[in-house]
């Protein structure tokens, strides 16, 4: 038989009072069951599970009846989902933090430094800035599916049947990153791999035994990673929303999966990057771009309508583009060319 609590204990247990788990009991976020014989509540760990995630939502903010539908959706999933939605909602909710107390910063240098201690204009593009970058973080969509396409991702690589052929020179890309990854004067402890899919590149750097931690927005191609190199540690996370402190990586390396970022998600994906990455860390990046708008249109001129459908319906990076982004953080990009499609950039 499993473990039941009597409601003083789980009160205890949270560091909580009675009142405000009955509250929540009212409120239909939770429904312990009752002795028959005195009516007393019998808390199970199920119950204790959801009072604790109810306590961290309730701690960031979120209203009780968005809880409760985080809750009962939460009912339908394994424990892995519960938490890596706790894991989503706080770490939304430290990125959304971190835009505000940047825009804190600024409009308080710009009081103290008036003259007139007035505020001034610069004071709502400040916060409009803020809450523009919120929102493209916010806004990022999987609208290609890599749940759905997780369990047959490798074979397709294999296979390589697409139009473009994007794949041809998928290992070699692959082992590419990892070389110029793993070519630092100095030992590089952490690395972050974004975009990490089913854990193919990274499987290089484990087999080092170098750590590495990949992030992936899709949850089956984190499950399919762990399934096939249980070493591997992974996490949600996003290019706008990487889930770790400042300065935390000594290189990032991310393989075809930039190019689900527009322009404008790619400035901010940059600047996230640049976050937690360290200060002499280094960034390696394989995928699909072109040097610059001109090299774009030779290559399209080449290719039937289709395949440009299939590149249009992505964002392929300009090198031009990115060079100029990374130079206003005083970052150096140099590139390599692998085929038409493929370029590997890695930025010091
Ligand atoms: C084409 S797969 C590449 C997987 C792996 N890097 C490889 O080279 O085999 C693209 C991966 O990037 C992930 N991805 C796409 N956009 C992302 C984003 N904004 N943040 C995090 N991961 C993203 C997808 O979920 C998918 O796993």
Known sequence: MSTEYSIKKVAKLFNISTNKIRFYEEKGLLSPKRNLENEYRKFNSQDIIKLQAI?????????????????????????????????????????????????????????????????????????????????????????????????????????????????????????????????????????????????????????????????????????VAKEKFPRLKVRLGEFLKIPYSDKYFDVIVSTYAFHHLNNQEKCIAIVEMLRVLKDNGKIVIGDLMFRDGKEEQDVLKNLDSREIEIIKDEYYSHIDFLEKEFIKYNRKLNYTKIDNLNYIIEVK
């Open 55 to 223: 306590l961290l939502y309730r701690s960031i903010g979120i209203p009780i009846d968005q809880i409760k539908e985080l809750i009962n959706n939460n009912n339908k999933m394994n424990f892995l989902n519960h938490f890596n939605n706790q894991w989503q909602v706080v770490n939304n909710e430290i990125q959304r933090l971190n835009v505000i107390r940047e825009s804190l910063e600024e409009v308080l240098d710009n009081i103290y430094e008036s003259k007139t201690n007035e505020i001034t204009t610069d004071f709502l593009e400040i916060v409009e800035k803020g809450n523009k970058i919120n929102n493209i973080k916010d806004n990022w969509k999987d609208k290609w599916d890599f749940n759905e396409w997780a369990r047959r991702y490798d074979v397709f690589i294999k296979e390589d049947k697409g139009n473009l052929n994007i794949y041809k020179n998928y290992e070699f890309i692959l082992e590419d990153v990892y070389n110029k990854a793993i070519n630092t004067e100095h030992i590089a402890k952490n690395i972050l791999e974004i975009g990490v899919g089913t854990g193919n590149l990274a499987s290089k750097f484990l087999n080092k035994d170098i750590n590495i931690i990949g992030i992936d927005q899709s949850r089956e191609m984190l499950a």
